[in-house]
């Protein structure tokens, strides 16, 4: 028989021939179309997510999300954005209006102001990575509860092991609440290293707190100006 006959005999029984080695990831090894998030019970829900190994599959997966009842107040899922291979993680509260329109994280007016300290810090949007610890907007931008925290950080936590970032800067007392500790207080915690899942973490203001007062900044840039020591990045020239 010839290897095109042969080839074709494999096909229609169903087989996948290849003649390229190809190593599927967690995701797609799985037999059949993957699940959605709501479709899975809380403990095969964290093994799912746990075993996906590509940052692309897991946005996939974490844009099909409904699992809690933010997804229905909401345009979207905010998923996050950046450098596969950044060594700096910067995590915020929630998405706003102009992230919930968009699909991307910090692209209102704190946003701009992020890519100001991005800027400032030598570097550039594409370089850093740039996530929430909760992907959907809850509704008139109020502050996400712990439950809703708790049905999202799965996705942060799949996130950072698969980005593995030097140094975490959690924005904001939310954010810091959600990684650190439940009664973090922002103005004591800011500016002094905590550990988070084996990554560094430097707890400093939101920029939205910047925006609307503008004394913070200073802190704000030594908190950033310790982060780059801590990688040995320079800054800017
Ligand atoms: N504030 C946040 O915490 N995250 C965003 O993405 C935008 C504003």
Not at 15 to 25: A, W
């Amino acid at each position: 028989m010839k290897p095109r006959d042969r080839e074709e005999e494999l096909r229609q029984a169903g087989l996948d021939f290849s003649s390229k080695p190809h190593r599927p990831s967690g995701f797609q090894r799985r037999a059949g179309t993957p699940p959605a998030p709501g479709e899975l019970a809380g403990a095969e829900f964290l093994r799912f997510v746990g075993e996906i190994d590509d940052l692309e599959d897991l946005e996939r997966f974490a844009l099909e999300c409904s699992r809690c009842h933010l997804r229905s107040g909401c345009k979207g899922v905010v998923f996050g954005e950046g450098s596969p291979r950044a060594q700096i993680a910067f995590v915020g509260e929630a998405p706003g209006a102009d992230e919930d329109r968009l699909g991307r994280p910090f692209v209102g007016r704190a946003g701009k102001l992020l890519d100001r300290i991005i800027d400032a810090c030598g570097l550039l949007r594409d370089e850093v990575y740039i996530t929430n610890i909760v992907k959907c907007r809850p509704a008139a931008n109020r502050t996400p509860t712990e439950e809703e925290r708790n049905y999202c950080i799965p996705y942060l936590h799949a996130q950072m092991r698969l980005v593995r970032p030097g140094v975490l800067v959690s924005l904001g007392a939310a954010a810091t609440q959600g990684l650190i500790r439940p009664d973090a207080k922002i103005t004591r915690m800011r500016g002094t290293w905590q550990e988070w899942r084996g990554i560094k973490v430097m707890p400093t203001f939101h920029p939205a707190a910047l925006l609307r007062d503008p004394r913070k900044r200073p802190p704000v840039w030594e908190d950033m100006k310790s982060v780059l020591e801590e990688l040995g990045l320079r800054g800017p020239a």
